[in-house]
């Protein structure tokens, strides 16, 4: 028989549930058609008997084979079915052919929602939103319902920003994929539900953390995206000023004490934390951490999840690690004074504990303790230094160029016009590879505040948030904006940025 020519492959792809482009490439066969339940194939090799009878096993079709040239095979499947086959919009248009938005309440509609749901295309346009969002390196997936729109956001660099949103009337299917991977409760939309999915993504394994609440619009749903191969393990590159990294250091390599961590929401403290329990993690110590969640499997350390639902809290979990005879301890968060008094006890007999609270700077997490109920003498015993961290955008390197900022920017630096003069300040004029945004990337800036004699003081004082932190600088303290400035020196980022995360000081 004569080789099919390149005009013989179709232009569209052939959808067939759960058959995976991989699965072509190793078999080396493309679909052509499916017709009068026979389905058409492109092989490299017609005598590979074993793929054509798993194929007819799985579909229940007749295969009818032709022989294709390799080159052709693969560029068919490539162009068909490769990770840019298709752009958001076509598959959103395909998707939007067949689907139709149905209002679920009965379990009929709850079945009718599955199926909607197992649709091949919608599993491909969640499966292309996934992709999309991988790639351009987003921490986050919002899908987001509003009374007359869907929307689709992608937190790229922290910030934000709105990609080609699907049809109202997709809403449903698209939800209902997304909770079916997380091995969610479809038919459940009144409470707010959590899950993990774990995906192979470019030869990844990519971990996705679900979390699905009720609006009065439908569900909202938000996909943390954990690339465990994003997190940097080196202390080294985390972007510490020498004199925060000196210090730093330490206070890490102590036998006992408490050590904070704090920052808001998204600024990297997890990362920090896990950098650092890598960095002091070998076989003569034993390491425990109680997190919510577990974000990342670190190699050598029991991690816990908590889980409330069975009365599994930071507290009571906090308790039943001291019996496991560790040296180091890591609690997620210090939320209530049970924890905290738990955690300064822990410290208190020979462990060195870390974990975070959410203050604005390091000062804060000693008021933030104390307004708690912590002892004042405990907490000054036992407190070796906290940590403060946000994270900034860093300017794209590949627009990069020399700009002039705003006087009044350049007046809240707090530099004189011959020291700005002095600088080269520099911003992203926006090109393809930062999506116009002229940043790509993130870098932390720090504030570590050292418990020294006079901060100890003013904790058995109890002196207010504004006279620790004057205290600490008078220590030689470089607060975050300070550590931000630098950075702005550096040219690595923006006095906007800077000011953007940091509050006025």
């Not at 590979?48 to 499947?77: H, M, N, P, Q």
């Not at 709105?162 to 299917?173: G, I, M, T």
């Not at 110590?285 to 029991?302: A, C, F, M, S």
């Not at 407190?383 to 794209?396: D, E, M």
Request: proline share 4%; hydrophobic share 40%; aromatic share 6%.
């Amino acid at each position: 028989m004569v080789e099919l020519s390149y005009q013989d492959y179709p232009k569209e792809p052939v959808v067939i549930d759960k058959l995976t482009a991989r699965f072509m490439k190793q078999s080396q066969f493309v679909p052509l058609e499916i017709k009068d339940n026979t389905l058409k194939i492109a092989m490299v090799n017609k005598e590979d008997f074993y793929t054509i009878d798993a194929l007819k096993l799985a579909y229940g079709l007749s295969i009818e084979a032709f022989e294709g040239r390799k080159e052709d095979v693969l560029d068919a499947i490539e162009r068909l079915y490769g990770a840019g086959s298709q752009s958001i919009e076509t598959i959103i248009e395909e998707a939007g052919k067949d689907i139709y938005e149905i209002k679920a309440s009965g379990q009929e509609d709850v079945d009718h929602l599955r199926d909607m749901a197992s649709e091949a295309p919608i599993i491909r346009l969640v499966n292309k939103l996934i992709l999309n969002a991988v790639e351009e390196l987003a921490s986050d997936i919002h899908f987001e319902p509003f009374e007359n729109e869907f929307k689709v956001r992608y937190r790229v660099d922290g910030v934000l920003h709105e990609v080609e949103s699907p049809p109202h009337r997709l809403q449903a299917a698209i939800i209902s994929r997304v909770k079916i991977m997380a091995k969610l409760d479809i038919a459940e939309r009144r409470l707010p539900q959590d899950g993990r999915i774990k995906l192979k993504i470019s030869d990844k394994e990519i971990d996705f953390r679900v979390s699905t609440i009720p609006t009065v619009f439908g569900e909202s749903l938000v996909m943390r995206i954990l690339d465990r191969e994003k997190l940097i393990l080196d202390l080294d590159k985390l972007g510490f000023p020498g004199q925060i990294y000196e210090k730093y250091k330490e206070a890490i390599s102590q036998p006992y004490g408490m050590i904070l961590v704090t920052g808001p929401t998204g600024s990297g403290k997890t990362s920090t934390l896990y950098t650092t329990l890598q960095k002091i993690n070998s076989p003569e110590v034993k390491i425990i951490t109680l997190e919510d969640p577990v974000e990342y499997q670190l190699r050598g350390i029991n991690q816990i999840q908590v889980n409330p639902k069975i009365g599994l809290k930071f507290s009571s979990g906090l308790r039943s690690i001291v019996r496991q005879d560790p040296d180091i301890i890591l609690v997620g968060e210090i939320r209530d004074k049970e924890t905290a008094d738990i955690a300064i006890q822990s410290a208190l007999t020979g462990h060195l504990l870390f974990s975070t609270l959410h203050t604005n700077d390091s000062p804060g997490a000693i008021t933030r303790l104390l307004d708690m109920g912590v002892e004042n003498f405990l907490l000054s015993s036992t407190l070796l230094g906290v940590l403060a961290q946000r994270l900034v955008r860093v300017i794209c390197p590949y627009c990069k160029e020399e700009t002039r900022p705003e006087q009044k920017l350049i007046k809240s630096m707090g530099i004189s016009q011959q020291e700005a003069d002095q600088i080269r300040f520099m911003h992203g004029a926006g090109c393809e590879k930062c999506r116009y945004t002229g940043f790509k990337g993130r870098i932390a800036i720090f504030e570590y505040m050292h418990i020294g004699d006079c901060i100890r003081k003013e904790i058995i004082n109890r002196s207010s948030t504004e006279i620790v932190r004057k205290a600490a600088i008078d220590q030689g303290m470089i607060t975050l904006r300070q550590d931000g400035w630098d950075k702005v020196k550096r040219g690595l980022t923006t006095i906007s940025e800077v000011l953007r995360v940091t509050l006025e000081e």
